[in-house]
């Protein structure tokens, strides 16, 4: 079933064209990651997918209900967290996260026991009842998460949540998001200029860049492999004898797929034993080959 | 539609929350309470010398509760100012915040039509200017009670008005609100047209054509103290008359400040079905 669709989808600000012709389709239970450098349109197909936006052409449907027609319906099964979003500084992250639970359908009842689960399942419950203005960045971020979880949508739609957290609050980010994906089967759609954490969420990946969808690529994450900088431009087809395959070549810089049971410090030594002097080495993955190809 | 007004309610009051505990509400309340205690001291003070000011100010009166209008008049005039610093404290922000604090990204997002969202922060924010206009007018209600035992009608006219004048000022200030992205703006422009572009039409259109802009919004929301004595003062001084102003009167600005409210709200809600955040 496709839950996100973008059909021929075009977005101006005045002359920039932020967005160019961008077509998508999201299945359900996928979670895609968009990967771009900053402003490659990623946050602008995001906003539009969210009404916080309109599109200058094209739409964006949600499980067959176009956004721009009846955003009402249309985000009724979204859990969107867009950018870093301010709360109204006098309401408490209580009071914040029971109106998003009442507008997304919950009664009196249920209000409480969700407001309860998602402040639990955040870590929230230090400063929940602070007012929000008093919040920092992180816990702006997580009240954020929170109000996106709410009443457990089908879908996320979450640009750049990870941004602006110190290393612990990331991991944990990342784990909330691929238990949701994984476990409970929800459609996650993320954006981040962070390729370990495509690796690590993606089941698929695009990568866009000016406004265009570059690369659409599934996440093969036990791929791996290596970028090798060479002193000189050497023969290196005895490597194939051994199943590493050459993916690309550029005279002194090399990209290898190294097979599954082979270490990287084999191949280096597999170079130097063939007389191939090696300036340096470092492991890469697919997605990271694609977007500096991408970027480059 | 039970779930629209339901969704309503829960909308008005998260506005209303984040209104009354702000600061916002805080320092106009305190003001308007200080503005109450001074004209206390002015009514219990001066209030046998109120006919001599207004002789020396031209009135020439005929009589009767003539105190008692008289300082109607007062309280009712400087209430008239309350709506239009409480709209720029409330209103001018109302939806330029929303993009520049980037708490459109907390709303929009939601599942909820925008016109619920307008409709519920706008009642929140009229309904704190109210609290803040019915503090004022119990104190005014209390003097009067106290110094002539009985209650004019004009005094219920005045705060029935000035409840008015809120609800056309405050749709007026959101949609000055809703074409701006930034709070620095709305707030300059709410003030300037209010305070200067209103009254320079004033004077500019008594001088040339010798007659008094009663379509214009300051003009009409006098009507909130003209209930007393019919005085409105412009440059030349054309609606000059020592008698409360009369039932047409009343009901052609009361009329005037509603055809405000309604074409002010519909810019507005075409405005904001537009908005968007980049």
Not at chain 1, 1 to 15: F, P, T
Not at chain 2, 119 to 144: H, R, W
Not at chain 2, 243 to 271: E, K, R
Request: net charge positive; with cysteine; proline share 3%.
């Amino acid at each position: 079933m496709i839950e996100i669709e973008a059909s021929n989808l075009s977005k101006h600000y005045g002359k920039l064209e932020a967005l160019k012709h961008f077509e998508l389709k999201v299945n359900s239970g996928d979670c895609l990651v968009i990967l771009g450098p900053n402003g490659a349109g990623k946050s602008t197909f995001l906003k539009i997918s969210t009404n916080v936006v309109h599109p200058s052409s094209g739409y964006v449907s949600i499980r067959g209900t176009r956004v721009d027609e009846d955003p009402m319906r249309a985000l009724s099964s979204v859990g969107p967290l867009i950018e870093l979003p301010e709360f109204y500084p006098y309401l408490n992250g209580v009071e914040i996260l029971s109106y998003v639970c009442k507008v997304k359908g919950a009664n009196r009842e249920t209000v409480s026991s969700e407001v309860e689960r998602l402040t639990s399942e955040l870590k929230m419950t230090e400063f929940v009842k602070r007012k929000s203005g008093q919040y920092s960045r992180g816990m702006k971020q997580r009240l954020a998460l929170a109000c996106a979880m709410a009443m457990d949508p089908e879908i996320l739609i979450l640009d750049e949540p990870t941004f602006g957290l110190d290393p612990k609050g990331m991991k944990e980010f990342v784990n909330i998001i691929t238990d949701l994906n994984k476990k409970k089967r929800r459609t996650v759609v993320l954006s981040t200029h962070l390729i370990s954490e495509a690796r690590e969420i993606a089941n698929r990946v695009i990568i866009v860049n000016n406004g265009e969808k570059k690369v659409e690529m599934l996440n093969d994450r036990d791929t791996k492999m290596m970028k090798i900088s060479l002193y000189s431009p050497g023969d290196l087809t005895f490597l194939e004898s051994e199943n590493v395959s050459i993916i690309e070549g550029k005279e002194e810089e090399v990209t290898v797929k190294v097979p599954d049971k082979m270490e990287n410090d084999q191949i280096l030594s597999l170079l130097i034993k063939n007389g191939i002097r090696v300036k340096w080495a470092e492991p890469i993955n697919s997605i990271e080959q694609k977007y500096l190809e991408v970027v480059e | 539609m039970v779930n629209r007004l339901i969704l309503l309610k829960d909308t008005y009051f998260y506005y209303f929350r984040n209104y009354y505990r702000s600061r916002s509400f805080y320092l106009m309340f305190f003001l308007s309470v200080i503005v109450s205690i001074l004209l206390i001291y002015l009514s219990f003070r001066y209030l046998n010398d109120l006919s001599t000011f207004a002789t020396r100010a031209g009135i020439k009166f005929l009589g009767g509760n003539q105190n008692e209008l008289l300082l109607g008049y007062l309280w009712s005039f400087i209430l008239s100012s309350l709506p239009v610093f409480a709209s720029v404290f409330f209103g001018s922000p109302a939806i330029s915040s929303e993009i520049e604090t980037k708490t459109a990204f907390h709303i929009f997002t939601l599942p909820i039509p925008r016109i619920i969202l307008l409709t519920g922060k706008f009642l929140a924010s009229i309904s704190v200017t109210f609290v803040i206009v019915l503090t004022y007018s119990l104190i005014e209600i209390g003097v009067f009670q106290y110094l002539f035992g009985i209650l004019v009608i004009q005094l219920f006219y005045s705060i029935l008005l000035t409840f008015l004048f809120v609800i056309s000022i405050s749709a007026v200030t959101f949609m000055i609100s809703s074409i701006f992205n930034k709070n620095t703006y709305a707030y300059i422009t709410v003030l300037i047209t209010y305070l200067l572009v209103f009254y320079a039409a004033t004077i500019i259109i008594e001088l040339l054509f010798k007659t008094v802009p009663y379509y214009l919004l300051n003009q009409a929301s006098s009507i909130t103290y003209r209930v007393f004595i019919n005085l409105s003062f412009g440059i030349t001084l054309t609606s000059s008359s020592p008698v409360p102003a009369g039932i047409h009167s009343i009901i052609s600005n009361a009329l005037i400040m509603f055809l405000y409210f309604l074409v002010a709200m519909g810019i507005t809600v075409i405005l904001f079905e537009r908005k968007e955040v980049k």
